[in-house]
């Protein structure tokens, strides 16, 4: 699945990476390129909506790195994924203020009503994927969850499947 | 640069500045156990991430006045005053509890570990008197990595040091090793944890022998070896590498690196092979061929530099990493497959055996011998040319197992046609050895007379050194510029030199491993004893200097085998079975 999606347009992603990659001028020599690497897995990230081993092999090329490097930094970072993401990221804070607020059960229900585990794959139809994360700064707000970087305070597990079934019916 | 004092346990060093309190304690042979901690992976890169925390001491002077605990391996001296206590109660129990948390995470299957009583953190938990682990938790498991023909993962006994990661990356320069995820789950794994065949690993085993645990060890066919050896429709033949002769004695009470050749082949005898020989025929017979395709570049000037071929791990380095030099190495198989191809053509022609019933046991300080001789082309019509490839830590363990004591056995010769040997054979277990044997056998073959007195000592390439570049006369007034190179490392730099300027070398030997096959990741472990490399060099100098024929083609059966077979050097015959090509991966 995932190299079919990769397909879409791969061609022009790859390029538009390249120009980013061209521009930051590293030779094979330049021991910056190790440095260099998270800018560029970032940039990556950000065309191809996630780090599939295609683009990570793409990425150590042209950074003179080896696989393996890349690999263990992809590895490293929660931000970075080497699935493909749903059309609508749902992220759902567990951090402490969230938590005691109950943020769990809204979590739970999320998970319980589009059928898929956080941070695992989207649903089959692509719409939506799930992640845990820890504090967005909105504590005040406890329990916060957000939809592609928007974000919804005091959410309780109704609202939050009203929430879902509104971007459900946008599709 | 500038020394400081400090006091250790009461007891004043004096140290350079910058110096570590591990290496200050050692000045004072005060013992502080280390676990991650290698001080020589090989070309002079160390290991010390202080990720294990067993060598914990207590200090003051580190962060001001305050005693704290410090991992003596990884905590510079930069001040006179510094005072460290390295079993202080307090030092103790910490690392007693380092030990116990990482033997939580540890499965205790020691009686079935193939590291069992080679194993450092095993000797640890020995040495501290871990009698009962008080921590039981979670353990990683991990499935086991036998995707290779090579070397085996079992990373849920990993303890995280990243020896193996450091040696891959740093040392040989392979990168198929990495730290891959965070935190419990933490591993060394390969690139996106897919198997280990399918990444660009060399084989070099460089990472087996640094492993302190069991996580990384050789694929065994050891068990196979004894059903073939027990099975009565088998002949079974067994050729032994040079550098196996210079690092067996050692388990068996032998001085360090004192050949011990014919020990080894009564040993081998004794185990039930039906012939014992020497891959050292099958070196004498490379030079020949190596020696030919030299002599033709070299006169031609025409695809040069030539790069020998002996070594697998380095053959799937530069297949891997150099795709657009492939044209540059010798066409040579290496000694083990020309053995192989030799034994069950020739040698199972004139025995009328045939070829599927020849088994062909290699005994070699290397891993990646495992993987070459399973490699397709090397088995014509699906038959291996060599079967099953045996280290030198097996073999000992074979021994072992066969309650056979190479001390008390006594001296017997190697078996004819294919075992006997002249001096240049035996240095082709150590960096150098192979360009040294070629240089004397092409100075014969384009003057037609022999090197003379000491000239047949080409000392400029010997040593241990990661790269060595010298001039050697060929022939009256025609030099060539060589370069010798040990560790993959070290092969990069020399194949980068390479593609900038081509016309710097006509002749390069690379090895994979550190200091040549003495090194190799079948040897017995050094355990951080890198002066065993040296004693086992020496052991094969000694060993060419004791023999009356010191050149190739001064072998009489090698003679023999050109007259009966195979024609000339470089013959179609030669070619079709002494020969190969190389494949980009």
């Avoid at chain 2, 012939?275 to 017979?285: C, E, Q, R």
């Amino acid at each position: 699945m995932c190299c079919q999606k990769l397909s879409e347009g791969a061609a022009a992603k790859f390029a538009e990476l390249d120009a980013f990659i061209d521009s930051l001028g590293i030779d094979c020599n330049d021991e910056r390129r190790r440095g260099r690497l998270i800018q560029v897995l970032h940039r990556a990230q950000k065309i191809f909506g996630y780090l599939p081993r295609e683009v990570q092999i793409h990425v150590a090329q042209k950074l003179f790195l080896s696989e393996a490097a890349v690999s263990g930094v992809v590895s490293f970072y929660n931000y970075f994924t080497t699935e493909p993401k749903g059309k609508y990221v749902v992220d759902v804070c567990l951090g402490t203020a969230c938590y005691v607020k109950g943020s769990e059960k809204v979590l739970s229900e999320i998970e319980r009503v589009l059928g898929v585990k956080a941070d695992t794959n989207p649903t089959p139809d692509g719409l939506f994927s799930i992640s845990a994360l820890r504090c967005v700064g909105a504590c005040g707000l406890a329990p916060v969850m957000m939809v592609n970087g928007k974000v919804y305070g005091k959410v309780t597990p109704a609202k939050a499947v009203e929430i879902i079934n509104e971007y459900k019916k946008l599709g | 640069m500038s020394e400081v004092t400090i006091t250790i346990n009461g007891k004043q060093v004096s140290v350079p500045a910058g110096s570590t309190i591990l290496e200050a304690a050692q000045k004072l042979n005060i013992n502080i156990p280390t676990l991650c901690y290698c001080k020589e992976l090989g070309c002079g890169v160390s290991n010390k991430p202080a990720s294990c925390r067993i060598c914990l001491v207590e200090a003051t002077g580190i962060r001001g006045p305050r005693k704290i605990l410090a991992p003596a391996c990884a905590t510079p001296i930069s001040r006179d005053g510094m005072e460290v206590w390295t079993n202080s109660t307090r030092a103790l129990n910490a690392r007693r509890t380092v030990l116990e948390l990482l033997l939580s995470d540890h499965p205790r299957h020691c009686l079935t570990c193939a590291k069992n009583q080679s194993c450092e953190l095993q000797k640890l938990a020995a040495e501290f008197g871990i009698e009962e682990v008080e921590f039981e938790g979670e353990k990683n498991k991990m499935p086991v990595d036998n995707s290779s023909e090579a070397i085996m993962r079992d990373l849920s006994k990993c303890i995280m040091c990243r020896r193996c990661e450091t040696v891959c990356n740093k040392v040989q320069t392979v990168g198929a090793l990495t730290g891959y995820g965070r935190g419990f789950k933490a591993k060394v794994g390969t690139a996106s944890m897919i198997p280990l065949a399918d990444t660009s690993c060399t084989f070099c085993g460089q990472c087996v022998n640094v492993c302190p645990v069991g996580a990384i060890t050789g694929i065994s066919y050891v068990k196979k070896v004894w059903a073939a050896l027990n099975d009565p429709t088998k002949t079974v033949i067994v050729q032994t590498a040079p550098a196996v002769r210079v690092a067996v004695g050692q388990e068996f009470g032998f001085e360090p690196g004192v050949p011990v050749t014919k020990k080894l082949v009564a040993g081998l005898r004794a185990l039930g092979f039906d012939k014992v020989f020497d891959t050292n025929f099958s070196a004498d017979l490379t030079i020949m061929e190596e020696g030919h395709e030299i002599v033709e570049r070299v006169t031609s000037g025409k695809n040069l530099p030539i790069l020998t071929s002996c070594c697998p791990g380095w053959i799937n380095f530069i297949e891997h990493n150099f795709p657009d030099l492939l044209h540059i190495p010798s066409s040579c198989k290496s000694p083990q497959q020309m053995f192989g191809a030799i034994a069950k053509s020739y040698y199972a022609e004139k025995m009328g055996i045939k070829p599927e019933d020849l088994i062909v046991v290699s005994i070699m300080p290397c891993q990646a011998k495992k993987y070459e001789a399973a490699r397709p082309e090397f088995a014509p019509n699906g038959v291996r040319d060599v079967d099953y490839v045996v280290t030198t830590r097996e073999l000992v363990r074979m021994f072992h197992e066969a309650g056979i004591n190479l001390a008390n056995l006594g001296d017997e010769e190697y078996d004819s046609p294919l075992g006997q040997s002249t001096g240049a054979a035996d240095i082709f277990g150590v960096t150098g050895g192979v360009l040294e044997a070629a240089c004397r056998s092409v100075y014969y073959m384009i003057n037609g007379k022999e090197l003379e007195g000491d000239a047949i000592n080409f000392r400029a390439v010997r040593g241990l050194d990661g790269v060595k570049e010298a001039t050697v006369q060929v022939a009256p007034g025609k030099s060539i510029n060589v370069a010798v190179c040990s560790g993959l490392g070290n092969a990069r730099k020399v194949l980068e030199a390479v593609r900038k300027d081509p016309n710097r070398f006509q002749a390069i030997e690379i090895m994979a491993c550190p200091g040549g096959c003495i090194n190799g990741g079948g040897q017995p472990y050094l355990h951080g004893q890198t002066d065993l490399l040296e004693k086992r060099m020496k052991g094969l100098y000694t060993e060419d200097e004791s023999k009356v024929k010191r050149c190739s083609h001064q072998n009489p059966d090698i003679q023999a085998l050109y007259k009966e077979y195979l024609g000339e050097p470089g013959s179609e015959k030669a070619h079709h079975l002494l020969h190969t090509v190389y494949h980009q991966k």
